[in-house]
């Protein structure tokens, strides 16, 4: 850990910039897709389709716990490079303290919350009868995750603003693999089922957060936690510090929230026309789509503070030039996706689900349709991670409810009556392309910017 990259986000060239946060932000997100999809087919494969159908079920906790942890990690994030890049250190540091002292509190009422409503949580996400008793088994202990997930998330940020994205990628390989060992060590030598996919998980995302705290004790170099005042004057300050750093992120938050909404009513749309075998084969592109996101987000957060530093000092030069890179990024991003998707089907379908059941053959004919998303993803999340990062927080909340939900949840409901089964997979494309349009009507780069971050 004591190795450090030597990042100047003031001065140095934007490409070699990008690179150094880029490429270590990517594999670490990486290694959290590859996560992803060994245990969708550890599951799938170790304990059965309904068994994925039922992970489906309860993914949208995930989604509103990465929401809270990007609210407040994109949040801090941003208002500490501003301050950072002004030579306020002092303010950079308490912000981002706040940050995760919140993320964590917000956790754990999270996790109490679904452990005590376990059922009444699964039925809301979209679960039947059939799948009730594994979705809540597997819930149970996802329910102690929520508040060390939220914490390792803000404080990710951290590390990575501190210039130590590599010290971020080790943390975050290692707890991949150590999930991935977990997995295959509860669901096959020991028989634990389900329930031993969310317990190996709990641990490693637990335990992750342990390098995480030493690294900002003992190692860091301008970014540390700060010791918060408990006077009421502090705490009115802390208030307000956190209501900007949510304005700012909230995006973040509406965005992990729009997938979960899109699942749950993926859910409730695919079980109607196609049962639970349905809910299987959207529940593979489900455990798909994290990979563009995570690509999409890996670049969001390398080029976030190089963009709010350029804004915190009013280079608009600098600015657009990120701007560019990331876009560019996001094209290759999201067009590699979706050619994989469209000419991988048969090979993705069965690496989470028997060649032989019903779910296999709904999933190789729907993943083509539904890769078309993965480029109109991409390129959405880097331009509303643009709007975030130089604090046009209205502006990022309004696209992000579009593609979310303005968009999504009608197309969802409409284009299977219109078209039959393929408008279930083409829901998602059409609302992320019109989206897409909509912010490139907008032309984002066209006006001077100031920063207006609060004291």
């Not at 390792?152 to 290692?174: K, Q």
């Amino acid at each position: 850990m004591s190795q450090r990259d030597k990042i100047d986000f003031s001065s140095a060239p934007i490409p070699e910039l990008f690179r150094k946060m880029f490429l270590p932000t990517l594999i670490g997100m990486v290694s959290m897709v590859v996560l992803n999809i060994t245990d969708g087919a550890f599951v799938g494969h170790g304990v059965g389709s309904d068994a994925l159908a039922a992970v489906n079920i309860v993914a949208p906790i995930f989604m509103l716990t990465g929401g809270l942890g990007l609210m407040f990690g994109i949040g801090s994030n941003v208002v500490a490079s501003i301050h950072l890049s002004q030579g306020n250190v002092k303010a950079a540091n308490i912000n981002l303290t706040q940050g995760v002292i919140a993320g964590f509190t917000i956790g754990i009422v999270v996790g109490l919350s679904c452990f005590i409503f376990q059922e009444d949580v699964c039925r809301l996400f979209g679960c039947n009868d059939k799948l009730l008793p594994q979705a809540c088994s597997y819930l149970k202990w996802i329910c102690f995750l929520c508040p060390f997930n939220l914490f390792g998330m803000v404080s990710m940020f951290m590390v990575r603003l501190d210039g130590s994205p590599r010290v971020a990628m080790i943390i975050n390989c290692s707890m991949a693999l150590l999930n991935i060992v977990l997995d295959y060590l509860f669901i096959f030598p020991m028989q634990m089922g389900l329930e031993g996919a969310a317990i190996a998980t709990t641990i490693a995302f637990t335990l992750g957060n342990i390098p995480v705290w030493i690294y900002l004790l003992r190692y860091s170099q301008k970014i540390h936690f700060y010791r918060l005042k408990l006077s009421t004057k502090s705490l009115q300050l802390t208030l307000r510090n956190l209501g900007y750093q949510m304005k700012i992120g909230f995006s973040g938050l509406i965005g992990e929230l729009a997938i979960a909404t899109i699942m749950i009513v993926g859910n409730y749309v695919f079980i109607h026309y196609l049962g639970e075998d349905g809910v299987a084969a959207y529940s593979v592109c489900c455990y798909c789509t994290p990979i563009v996101f995570m690509m999409g987000n890996a670049i969001v957060q390398s080029v976030q503070p190089i963009i709010s530093f350029a804004y915190g000092v009013n280079n608009n030069e600098r600015l657009r030039k990120a701007l560019n890179i990331a876009l560019r990024a996001a094209l290759i991003t999201g067009l590699g996706g979706t050619l994989i998707l469209w000419f991988g089907a048969k090979y993705i379908s069965a690496t989470f689900l028997n060649t032989g059941c019903h779910a296999y053959q709904l999933c190789i004919e729907g993943m083509p349709y539904f890769s078309i998303s993965f480029l109109f993803i991409a390129l959405n999340l880097v331009l509303i991670g643009y709007f975030q990062s130089i604090e046009q927080a209205r502006k990022a909340t309004l696209f992000t409810l579009l593609r979310g939900f303005i968009f999504s949840i009608p197309a969802f409901i409409l284009f299977p009556m219109l078209i039959g089964i393929p408008g279930l997979w083409l829901a998602l494309p059409a609302a992320e392309a019109l989206t897409t349009l909509l912010i490139i009507i907008y032309k984002p780069t066209k006006n001077n910017l100031t920063a207006k971050t609060i004291k």
